[in-house]
């Protein structure tokens, strides 16, 4: 009797058992919340392949029973205003490049004198980042309305864009100062110490190492200067200056409104982030690896 008890497996301990209880509840909230956030993104894109008939049809079905491209084909092809999609994926396409590549280079560069160097007013300075980010950015539309009337930039791009790189800037400073001061001086005087100038030491040692908080900001600038409506609709007003989310209100009408074209424009509108994102994420991964330091 004694041999058969030792060979029985031992009860499990209360510990490891609220262990297990407690991984498989934070697993199932996180599971949860997935499935919360994604499902407006599947049934966006469900819809954008439904015919109408299965779209104002009073049972609703998760997937579409006989899938159909005449939405996107109305959107791509035209049929809605005198202007083609593609162009209208222009205009964004340019804002948002050159809205992540200038707000990334200012923003670095500041965030690397805010880190770096002490000067006057310096904590004044990061201050007013934060709280020039609690102005809501509908008070900012007649000042900035003026401002672009009296520089002679409305109705046109570059007005738009120094418009979403003045939003974007804040944040990424304030973002890149954290990685940029996490980054030990040691390294840096260590290079320069092996001969390398400012040049080659911003390239080779601080770059990569905060290459990942650059991608973090970068894909807040896309984001914000490819889904932007309020300013692009208030200050521009040539139809072939519009950008993609002013297109979708071609969709709306007062007799009703087309919500398969505007499902499929929003799919249409929704892969280029997805894109960015996908691409930027190796980056950062790799921007992580090339900032390790051999012993």
């Given at each position: 009797m004694s041999r058969e008890?030792?060979?029985?497996?031992?009860?499990?301990?209360?510990?490891?058992?609220?262990?297990?209880?407690?991984?498989?509840?934070?697993?199932?909230?996180?599971?949860?919340?997935?499935?919360?956030?994604?499902?407006?993104?599947?049934?966006?894109?469900?819809?954008?392949?439904?015919p109408n008939t299965e779209i104002?049809?009073?049972?609703?079905?998760?997937?579409?029973?006989?899938?159909?491209?005449?939405?996107?084909?109305?959107?791509?092809?035209g049929g809605i205003a005198e202007v083609s999609f593609w162009e209208y994926f222009r205009n964004s396409a340019i804002l948002a490049l050159v809205t992540v590549l200038a707000s990334g280079?200012?923003?670095?560069?500041a965030a690397i004198a805010v880190a770096r160097f002490r000067f006057r007013f310096r904590t004044t300075f990061l201050i007013m980042l934060l709280v020039v980010q609690m102005v809501p950015c509908e008070a900012l539309v007649i000042p900035l309305f003026l401002d672009l009337k009296q520089l002679d930039l409305l109705n046109s791009?570059?007005?738009?864009?120094?418009?979403?790189?003045?939003?974007?800037?804040?944040?990424?400073?304030?973002?890149?100062?954290?990685?940029?001061?996490?980054?030990?001086?040691?390294?840096?005087e260590a290079a320069a110490i092996d001969g390398a100038g400012p040049v080659r030491t911003f390239f080779r040692v601080l770059l990569p190492l905060?290459?990942?908080?650059?991608?973090?900001?970068?894909?807040?600038?896309?984001?914000?200067?490819?889904?932007?409506?309020?300013?692009?609709?208030?200050?521009?007003?040539?139809?072939?200056?519009?950008?993609?989310?002013?297109?979708?209100?071609?969709?709306?009408?007062?007799?009703?409104?087309?919500?398969?074209p505007i499902m499929a424009a929003s799919t249409l509108l929704t892969i280029p982030v997805i894109a960015f994102f996908l691409v930027v994420q190796r980056r950062m991964v790799s921007g992580l690896t090339a900032g390790a330091v051999k012993g």
């Open positions: 008890s030792e060979r029985r497996p031992a009860a499990p301990r209360p510990r490891s058992m609220r262990r297990v209880a407690r991984k498989v509840l934070l697993n199932g909230t996180g599971l949860l919340v997935f499935v919360i956030a994604v499902f407006p993104v599947f049934w966006m894109a469900s819809t954008a392949f439904k104002f049809s009073t049972t609703p079905r998760p997937l579409p029973s006989h899938p159909t491209l005449e939405h996107f084909d109305l959107v791509l092809n280079l200012l923003s670095l560069m791009l570059a007005g738009l864009v120094i418009v979403y790189i003045g939003f974007a800037v804040p944040f990424a400073i304030w973002m890149l100062r954290g990685f940029v001061a996490a980054v030990p001086r040691e390294l840096e905060v290459a990942p908080g650059l991608v973090a900001t970068s894909i807040f600038s896309f984001i914000t200067a490819w889904n932007e409506f309020i300013f692009a609709f208030t200050f521009l007003d040539d139809q072939t200056k519009y950008t993609l989310p002013i297109m979708l209100q071609f969709f709306f009408g007062r007799s009703g409104n087309a919500w398969g």
